[in-house]
């Protein structure tokens, strides 16, 4: 179908750990965004990936698009009180599907 | 720029009753999209509309909800009668470019609580 994977539903960290969400699909992906969501807040945008094996980042977040356009993962390095929340993936293929979300909590 | 607005914020009504929500995208967007997140949950669409046509409808429950963008611009989803399980973030998004593939701008949303 069209949906997309996203694993794990839930992480709790301890501040400086690092953290990886992944999601994936059964079809190729034209591109992919992420988005984060603050308790409370809407989804906002993070970043979109278009390109096969594309890594972008920013600051301490690690974005990666799969080879085969099928996957990608946000890395977090050293996380901090502030990226808690839920973040989501989203297949931008004609209509927008989104994931089911990783929630993150982050222990101080 | 301003971003999304939508309102109300919060509604509160019994089953069976009516609500409808309004949203005012970014100008000059020309995609708009109604999403419903139930809590804990991912954001589903509803509808997408270019300009004032509607896109993809498929998973808008049509016995009961119901939107409209009549001139382009300003949307409204309603529903009626309300069920329970329609207890929702209702979310109204809007993109610069079709088909998405650009960012999302998501408003504040519309929080409905069904009693």
């Known amino acids: 179908g069209q949906q997309v994977m996203q694993i794990p539903q839930y992480q709790h960290v301890q501040e400086g750990e690092d953290f990886t969400t992944y999601c994936n699909s059964s079809t190729t992906l034209s591109n992919i965004q992420w988005y984060k969501q603050r308790p409370g807040g809407h989804p906002v945008f993070l970043i979109q990936l278009v390109k096969s094996g594309e890594v972008k980042k920013q600051k301490r977040l690690t974005f990666q698009f799969g080879e085969a356009k099928k996957n990608s993962s946000l890395h977090i390095t050293a996380t901090q009180t502030t990226d808690v929340g839920t973040y989501f993936c989203?297949?931008?293929?004609?209509?927008?599907?989104f994931g089911k979300g990783t929630k993150l909590s982050v222990k101080p | 720029e301003a971003g999304v607005a939508q309102s109300p914020r919060y509604k509160i009504i019994e089953k069976r009753q009516s609500v409808a929500f309004w949203c005012n995208p970014i100008s000059g967007h020309a995609t708009l999209y109604w999403y419903q997140q139930i809590l804990g949950q991912g954001p589903k669409l509803l509808i997408q509309f270019q300009n004032n046509g509607v896109v993809d409808d498929s998973q808008l429950p049509k016995d009961r909800f119901s939107a409209e963008r009549l001139k382009g611009v300003d949307s409204t989803l309603k529903i009626q009668p309300a069920k329970l399980e329609d207890s929702a973030v209702y979310l109204c998004?809007?993109?610069?470019?079709?088909?998405?593939?650009?960012?999302?701008?998501f408003g504040e949303g519309s929080r409905l609580t069904v009693l």
């Open positions: 998004v809007s993109a610069r470019l079709a088909g998405g593939a650009g960012e999302l701008f």
């Open positions: 989203v297949r931008s293929q004609g209509n927008l599907i």
